[in-house]
């Protein structure tokens, strides 16, 4: 339990200052339109690069959010069909789901790290007006769906802790 304990408090860490990235990011990302549409508005001269900047920083914005918002328990759900459940049969569905969405991450993470792999190699550009580097974004959002991967087997492994008769209070206390 106190490996677990302490897993998840580096882990927390890690997904605060992803967070407060995408926060910055998102700040930068409105500075740059405003800009870029008051200069075109006004001074009929836009900021160049801004879609394109908008297009690789948007996925980036998720990504780094995503383990933040999972370590909440935020993301929205629809109880319509778990509300007669009693609490151990939820717990064993959000288990097995959890499972699933390791699975899939899985996947994605492969997929996003190879991409990010391939595109730092290659120093990948957008093409256009302006030539803005894909790169850095490609890494973010791997970095960020690899956050994701472990929180979500964080908050399986409690979850199968729990379902073997380890307390609510236990698993609270851990995943916090």
Known sequence: ???????????????????????????????MVVTDVTGRKFFNSPLQGTIEVASLTLPVIVFLSIAYIQSLNEHVTVDLFTAGLSDRAKLALDVFCLGLGIAIMSVIIYKLTATAWSATASREYTMGIVEVPTWPARVLVAYGSWVFGFRLVLDFVIGCLVLSGNSYTKAAQIKQ
């Open 1 to 31: 339990m106190a490996i677990i304990r302490r897993l998840g408090s580096v882990l927390s860490v890690i997904e605060k200052a992803s967070a407060g990235l995408a926060a910055l990011i998102i700040f930068a990302l409105m500075v």
